[in-house]
T-cell receptor
């Protein structure tokens, strides 16, 4: 399968714990995006990378959130000291940077905070 | 004003019906427009890009009106398998920048 891959698919954790999610983009895609989606809402942008450079961070991305893409391939999103409000689906997407290219999404990681 | 606004529905239509969804966006700098389809508890999947000249893909037709900042999606001859949430999506700025999603319009096609 050459699509966007996310791991884990589901994560259940207690409030206050740290969690880390991984995204492997489509191999030739140099842009990688993180979005968050809660029930009844469309996905909301969190941050994105071009290669290893983080180009933009949404104000939704509080200090407890950090994302990296150290070698310009896979990316990780870490949430520290999780809160109930962090429960959501975390979606990763990738695209080429040139022109107008659609973004392709992974299956997402569903986070549930107990 | 929300960046992308859609009627949340639900739209409940019989098989074979024609259904239209509308969407407005607030950022006149947006250059790229899409419709994505999302099934329950699944990731969004690109349905089609939307071009100024309008475009058609089988039973699906998308239209863009830049002056009114309005996007539409028409589905003809609805199938049961069309039941999903349809997300209107624009990019923030020109080029391949982050996407801004509407809340989605839920469609149920009934036998």
């Amino acid at each position: 399968d050459t699509g966007v891959s996310q791991d884990p698919r589901h994560k259940i954790t207690k409030r206050g714990q740290n969690v880390t999610f991984r995204c492997d983009p489509i191999s030739e895609h140099n842009r990688l995006y993180w979005y968050r989606q809660t029930l009844g809402q469309g996905p909301e942008f969190l941050t994105y990378f071009q290669n290893e450079a983080q180009l933009e961070k949404s104000r939704l991305l509080s200090d407890r959130f950090s994302a990296e893409r150290p070698k310009g391939s896979f990316s990780t999103l870490e949430i520290q000291r999780t809160e109930q409000g962090d429960s959501a689906m975390y979606l990763c997407a990738s695209s080429l940077a040139d022109g107008v290219q659609p973004q392709h999404f992974g299956d997402g990681t569903r986070l549930s905070i107990l | 004003r929300k960046e992308v606004e859609q009627d949340p529905g639900p739209f409940n239509v019989p098989e074979g019906a024609t259904v239209a969804f509308n969407c407005t966006y607030s950022n006149s700098a947006s250059q790229s427009f899409f419709w994505y389809r999302q099934d329950c508890r699944k990731e969004p999947k690109l349905l089609m890009s939307v071009y100024s000249s309008g475009n058609e893909d089988g039973r699906f037709t998308a239209q863009l009106n830049r002056a009114s900042q309005y996007i539409s999606l028409l589905i003809r001859d609805s199938k049961l398998s069309d039941s999903a949430t349809y997300l209107c999506v624009v990019n923030k700025f020109s080029g391949n920048t982050p996407l801004v999603f509407g809340k989605g319009t839920r469609l149920s096609v009934i036998a």
